[in-house]
């Protein structure tokens, strides 16, 4: 079965920094990897999703993410972090064919400094 | 379209009452999903239905159960609550899962049993 880690409960980064958040995965094949956004009081937004090709993904809101199969890693990265992207942070890896249920990651809070 | 609905939004129960939470999608998709989400727990799968009239258990089924009489309709039941189920609720859908389908999710529904 697949399992996501994300190592850092808390983020604090001041606007205008850039941001990495880090996700590292345990599956046995090519998975997909999906990041998704929770803003305060809301459901969950993908930002952006991993499942063949390119390694660097673009994702909405000025996102990114790269997929490093040698460190089973799908870091999450913007180079200047403003204000709104302060939220709660989602990694989720799912099995590729047949039918999958993708797992989670427990949460990355990020917190904007003005 | 208004996506995934939920609810009601907030509600407060006492120790064993029993209620319902809705889960709505206009979306035409196949599969929906219940999960919950406690501080630094991140969203655990309860259960989930692969269409009408099939559901199936997730990672922590006990004390619900749900139904999918119809392909929009998602239901989750709590016959006694538990404190224990205080909990944020959250409802997705997806088209389908092939495992790089992106998944939907409803506002939430927060929950707190006194």
């Known amino acids: 079965a697949q399992s996501v880690t994300q190592p850092d409960i808390h983020i604090t980064v001041s606007e205008g920094a850039s941001l990495e958040l880090r996700c590292n995965y345990s599956?046995?094949?090519?998975?997909?990897l999906f990041w998704y956004v929770q803003s305060p009081g809301q459901g969950l937004q993908l930002l952006l999703k991993?499942?063949?090709?390119?390694?660097l993904v673009q994702g909405i809101k000025g996102f990114e993410a790269e997929f490093k199969r040698s460190q089973s890693s799908f870091n999450l990265r913007k180079p200047s972090v403003h204000w709104s992207d302060a939220a709660e942070y989602f990694c989720a890896v799912g099995a590729v064919g047949g039918s999958y249920i993708p797992t989670f990651g427990r949460g990355t809070s990020l917190i904007v400094h003005p | 379209n208004a996506g995934v609905t939920q609810t009601p939004k907030f509600r407060v129960l006492k120790t064993g009452q029993s209620m319902t939470l809705l889960c709505a999608q206009d979306?035409?998709?196949?599969?929906m999903y219940w999960y919950r989400q406690d501080p630094g727990m991140g969203l655990r799968l309860i259960h989930y239905s692969v269409g009408e009239g099939t559901t199936a258990k997730g990672e922590v089924p006990d004390g619900y159960n749900v139904s999918r009489l119809k392909k929009q309709n998602f239901l989750l039941g709590l016959e006694s609550a538990a404190p224990s189920q205080t909990s944020v609720y959250f409802c997705a859908s997806s088209r389908i899962t092939s495992g790089q389908e992106t998944q939907y999710f409803g506002p939430g529904t927060r929950l707190l049993v006194l």
């Open positions: 979306m035409n998709h196949e599969y």
């Open positions: 599956y046995g094949a090519t998975p997909y």
């Open positions: 991993y499942f063949s090709g390119d390694t």
